[in-house]
């Protein structure tokens, strides 16, 4: 399987706490049948203060080290970007990194609050847009407005985003809520991704299979293996 969305790289947001974490996290990815890990560090403005420049080097550490322990898991760059105005002039300058292409379009992980849907985020989803990028909107159903009410993606679903459901979200990890609403947009059609997000060993590790299991009960085995297999092999241009 391939892994979109992880915090592995230690000592640059709220992830792994080390090294040997990180290990650890991308062992237990490989037992779990992940293959390939995109790297997504937190692009926080205020709280991490992460860029391209940052994340590519802490990859190409993460990679010797993976090499020098013999574990079997390709890596890639990419972050997680928290939606604000700040990132804009990252964005221009090109200080933030893609996780792949999706139709010739560069794919930015994009994260909401997990408060709210802050408005202005259309326009700013617009704009993206208009620069040739296509963000994928990280774990949708964790959203407390979407929490109460599924109707505020519509604009977003409208104007082509792409969205990723966290696997452990299907577990109910995160409460019932999250397993409704991860189910409801399975349902409706406009998940691409199932993704781990995982942070740490213990409460927030790498696994995917029980969570395509159940999107499988949902969706069909076929329907819910192309969010773990063949879209985001799209996305890296592997097979
Ligand atoms: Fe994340």
Redesign the pocket.
Known sequence: MIDI?C?FLPNIDDGASDMDEAIELAKLAVENNIKHSIL?P?INIGRFNNNLAVINEAVQGFKVELEKQGIPLNVYSGA?VRISPDIMPMIEKGNVPFIGKWKGMDALLL?MPHSNIPIGSDKLVKWLIKKNIIPII?HPERNRDVQKDMSVLKPFIQLGCLFQVTGSSLLGHFGDICVTRSIELLEMGVIQFIAS?AHNIKRRPPMLTEAVAVAANVIGEAEANKLVYDNPALLLDIN
């Open positions: 969305h915090h997504t937190h997680e994260e990280a997000d």
